[in-house]
């Protein structure tokens, strides 16, 4: 978790029905976790379905645990994508993960501690 860590806040949107949005702050970001957790009532709240039940997933501190996941969109200042969201429960990590930086096509700046667009995307 040593790589300048920082926060951000970000908008999260019901793919379906894109007026059912919310904002969450302070999101860790962590290149180290391959999904976004977000608080699976916030989820809830803006009808993001649960599609994939009772996936296993590793936690920083090596624990197994099992979460559902969702799709959402997520967007963060100038960037967005549509992602897999876990539903994170009370005492879960709230974390911008590594997929949704590639979505996001963003990479982070240690020193300036933000999100810069991480240049051409190679097509092939």
């Known amino acids: 978790m040593s790589m300048g860590t920082f926060r951000i806040g970000c908008r999260v949107e019901n793919i379906a029905d894109r007026e059912k949005s919310v904002k969450v702050e302070k999101l860790l970001v962590d290149t180290g976790s391959d999904y ?33 996941v969702g799709f959402a969109i997520i967007r963060a200042d100038k960037f967005f994508t549509v992602d897999e969201v876990v539903f994170a429960e009370p005492g879960d990590l709230l974390l911008l993960g590594a997929r949704t930086l590639e979505g996001f096509n963003a990479r982070v700046d240690p020193k300036q501690k933000k999100l810069v667009a991480a240049g051409p995307v190679l097509a092939a």
């Open 36 to 68: 976004t957790w977000l608080p699976s009532k916030t989820l809830e709240k803006i009808g993001v379905e649960r599609e994939k039940k009772d996936i296993s997933l590793v936690m920083a501190n090596g624990q197994e645990v099992t979460r559902s």
